[in-house]
């Protein structure tokens, strides 16, 4: 597998969709999804510059990030439990996946625990789909001001994963709802909330056109996963 050409690929892509978009190639941070993978496949990405790494398993992140370099940084964004919330806080500079109020409050008691902040997304699911995770608009939209009141949360955006399809475009109205759901967010907060975290290998580029700050990306840099994940 040649990961830097894998990379330098998907960088020429963000730059061709940031073009289009008339975005500069600096507003879309590229987030390795690395799930599955080993340390090593982790570390020749490094090498290659990449420093922000994402898992969607708590334990898997617990055993791999140990065994790389300490200068990579990692978000979190696959669902949470709350009995896996310390070892999230003490592991992630983001939690993208916080679904639930209850949720967000054990997340606040954790960090203030560990005397830290801990900077977040709201996830949505925006199509219900009952096989993800994810807030619905509207329970999200309810839950707003106390989840902002949580004095060691941090909210930067919102994310998604919308429903799939093998057809790029069809996935954009999702991309634009998550947008226009951050603007209400904005305006119901009175404060702005930078990250869309949306798009991953079969949609960022579209993703991108539709306001994406962070893509989740891991086929195309990774190839395929087997079903099993990595002992690390
Ligand atoms: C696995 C995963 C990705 C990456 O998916 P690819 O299609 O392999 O790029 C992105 N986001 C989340 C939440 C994931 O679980």
Redesign the pocket.
Known sequence: MDWAANLESVQERIRTACDRAGRAVDSVALLA?A?THSADAVQTLAACGVRLF?E?KVQEAKAKIPLCSSRLRWHL??HLQTNKVRDAVALFEMIQSVDSLRLAREINQRAEQAAKQMPILLEVNLAGEASKFGYAPDQLRAELRELNALPRLEIHGLMT?PPWSPVPERVRPYFRQLRELRQQCEDQLGAPLPELSMG???DFEVAIEEGATLV?????LFGQRTSRPASA
Do not use: E, F, W
């Open positions: 999804v799930k994402g969607n964004i696959g994963v991953m290998t079969g989740r990306i891991g086929t195309a």
